[in-house]
């Protein structure tokens, strides 16, 4: 079956059941601080778990779209998605066990309205109980499970297996299928385990749902097999909540005297269950992706483990980065931004890795405007946008990712990849550290991250220093965009004073490989024809291709040259200063008077103005206003 077709009989079963179908929640909530991202299906409907009234009812079913970040490093193998869209029924004060379970059995194993999966297959877990709190273990499921099973012709026996690990020393024997674990497996809260929950908090036993595909048990994740082991063999496929008690003040539980239900499927689990292969990235949303790859890298999927972990990655990342920008999310350095950014720079690693040298995250994404225009056409509609913030993100960072690794690889050789070398990799070329986290993990090569965050500490206090962080120009970092912004900067400035007057001093500045902002004196609201002007002439010197100097001398000496500075900034009496142009000047001669521009300045920058052409050949203001009385504040970028 594809997606389309499960998600749809999905749908459709339980609406034939009385559920009323309610839309997707965004990827990204709009009204809920405490988290980046929605990461189930239940997650949007918790205030109505809890008891308030749903405007809908009390039946419901959708397909929520999901993202996990927790699982970015699980991504590689056959299973693990950071973006997943998850089916989801529930019953609030409705029905119970009695009605969920039969259903979700019918659903997975019917041929007409369901998906028609050999029961065979089917391996099912429950509650054990807590002997913490006195919890007893789930009867009544274990009852419905064997009847359930009796009623297609399968013995299902019951076991009590317990902790997970517990699972590998007893696995499973004769017609074992119905599995007990304990609170940490098959019971559920938002405090975790039921000695957790605060009184008056609700929680309630689950049973979750795996699927055998019979691939042969690897030893390496323990001596035997069981459903929760991580070997592969099994899938977990499903999962009901019954949320059924609440705490006592005395630690005791009585029951809710309104118990819900709710049931979590994985959409893509399911699917390849109905195909019979046991690798998400098999199914047809994956299709157009997938062949994208084969065809740039002239490999095909499956045939070596660590092409095809490649592949893997670049497809999951591409196709949670597709659903956040088709949302409005752009890469950034903070909150979901970040995530979108590490999802991108970790595609543009594999890339890497198979050999592929230029642009090809675009392609790889418009696949999945095609794939989910019908469930998701908000998706194929932002295509544009989509693809060109690709474009944008993986011109700027492979450069930085073929530096970094350059210098990585340094380090490795001479035995010095360390939490020092670590940041300096950050700070000075931009290569992220999690990126070096995961490189040296794959050369058993151990960081003391600990020590890599005392070091971003000590840099941000650093920056913050008041006038030491004005002199290095308000710089958010040492990577190559931000040390463009830098140059374009004091170029900026100079055109404005040519624009507005002489009188335009600088106010502040705030420079990130995002976007430069600088502060300035000027008593009222530029014009669209000034802004035009502007830009004009920063445009016109970056495409002279004009010498970056940078001269050492006596404070009073560059203050008589006119070199502009930070009003009040107080500047020791030997002082750093960058000019800009003109053509032909060098370090030894500089050549001042003729330049554009001239600057205190700590640096970093560039060499010469062509190196901006990288960061984009057009200079765009994008906003301009007030922040205080006379003073006016520019974002700019280049695209």
């Not at 590689?76 to 009605?99: A, C, I, V």
């Not at 993990?441 to 962080?469: F, N, P």
Request: aromatic share 10%; proline share 4%.
């Amino acid at each position: 079956m594809t997606v389309h077709e499960v998600r749809t009989r999905y749908l459709e079963f339980f609406a034939a059941r009385g559920h009323v179908i309610i839309p997707s929640a965004p990827i990204v909530p709009g009204n809920d601080p405490t988290t980046l991202f929605t990461s189930s299906g239940m997650q949007p409907l918790v205030p109505y778990l809890l008891g308030k009234d749903h405007p809908e009812g009390n039946r419901l079913v959708n397909v929520q779209m999901s993202f996990r970040a927790g699982d970015i490093e699980e991504v590689g193998d056959n299973r693990h998605t950071t973006f997943f869209e998850m089916l989801g029924n529930w019953s609030l004060g409705d029905y119970f066990k009695q009605e969920q379970l039969p259903w979700v059995f019918e659903f997975l194993t019917n041929t007409e309205t369901g998906l028609g999966l050999d029961p065979n297959r089917l391996y099912v877990t429950v509650f054990a109980g807590d002997a913490e709190t006195g919890m007893e273990e789930d009867v009544e499921a274990v009852t419905l499970w064997k009847e359930l099973f009796a009623k297609v012709g399968i013995t299902a026996d019951y076991s009590v297996i317990g902790s997970e690990e517990a699972g590998y020393k007893k696995g499973m024997q004769g017609n074992e299928r119905i599995f007990a674990y304990d609170a940490k497996k098959n019971w559920w809260s938002r405090a975790g385990v039921p000695g957790n929950m605060p009184a008056g908090e609700p929680g309630g036993p689950d049973s979750e749902l795996f699927y055998d595909f019979g691939t042969p048990h690897d030893p390496v994740w323990g001596e035997h097999c069981h459903p929760n082991c991580d070997c592969g063999r099994f899938v977990e496929i499903g999962n009901s909540v019954f949320m059924q008690y609440v705490k006592n003040e005395d630690g005791s539980f009585r029951n809710l005297p309104k118990q819900n239900v709710d049931f979590g499927g994985g959409l893509e689990r399911l699917v390849f269950a109905t195909i019979g292969t046991a690798d998400a990235f098999l199914i047809d949303v994956f299709d157009s992706a997938r062949k994208v790859l084969e065809t740039r890298t002239g490999k095909t999927y499956g045939e070596e483990e660590h092409t095809t972990r490649s592949f893997r990655i670049i497809l999951d990342h591409m196709r949670a980065a597709s659903f956040m920008l088709a949302e409005g999310i752009t890469p950034s350095n903070t909150e979901a931004g970040y995530i979108l950014r590490r999802l991108i720079r970790r595609a543009i690693r594999e890339a890497d890795r198979l050999g592929i040298k230029d642009a090809v995250l675009s392609a790889v994404a418009t696949g999945y405007g095609e794939a989910y225009k019908e469930h998701y056409p908000h998706v194929h509609a932002a295509l544009h946008t989509i693809t060109t913030e690709l474009e944008k993100e993986e011109s700027q960072f492979r450069k930085t990712l073929e530096q970094g690794l350059r210098e990585f690889e340094k380090f490795v050789r001479s035995g010095e990849m360390n939490a020092s070398n670590a940041f300096i990799l950050f700070t000075t070329y931009g290569f992220p550290i999690e990126m070096t986290e995961e490189l040296a993990k794959e050369r058993g090569i151990t960081i003391d991250m600990d020590a890599v965050a005392l070091h971003m500490k000590e840099h941000q206090e650093t920056s913050r220093a008041g006038g030491a962080q004005r002199f290095s120009g308000g710089l958010a970092d040492h990577a190559e965009q931000t040390v463009r912004y830098h140059t374009l900067h004091h170029i900026l400035l100079a055109a404005l004073q040519q624009v507005l007057g002489a009188d335009v001093k600088q106010r502040g500045s705030n420079i990130t490989s995002e976007r430069l902002r600088i502060d300035f004196s000027y008593g009222q609201k530029m014009t669209d024809e000034q802004k035009e002007a502007v830009s004009a002439i920063v445009t016109d010197v970056i495409n002279q291709d004009l010498p970056v100097t940078r001269t050492v001398m006596p404070r009073t000496e560059a203050e008589t040259l006119g070199a502009q500075m930070e009003f009040g900034v107080k500047y020791p009496d030997m002082v750093s200063v960058y000019s800009v142009g003109p053509i032909g000047a060098t370090e030894e001669n500089p050549d001042i008077k003729n330049a554009f521009s001239l600057e205190f300045c700590g640096g970093p920058h560039v060499q010469n103005t062509a190196e901006l052409h990288t960061g984009g050949v057009r200079f765009v203001i994008k906003k301009e206003e007030a922040v205080a009385a006379g003073v006016r504040r520019i974002k700019a970028v280049l695209e």
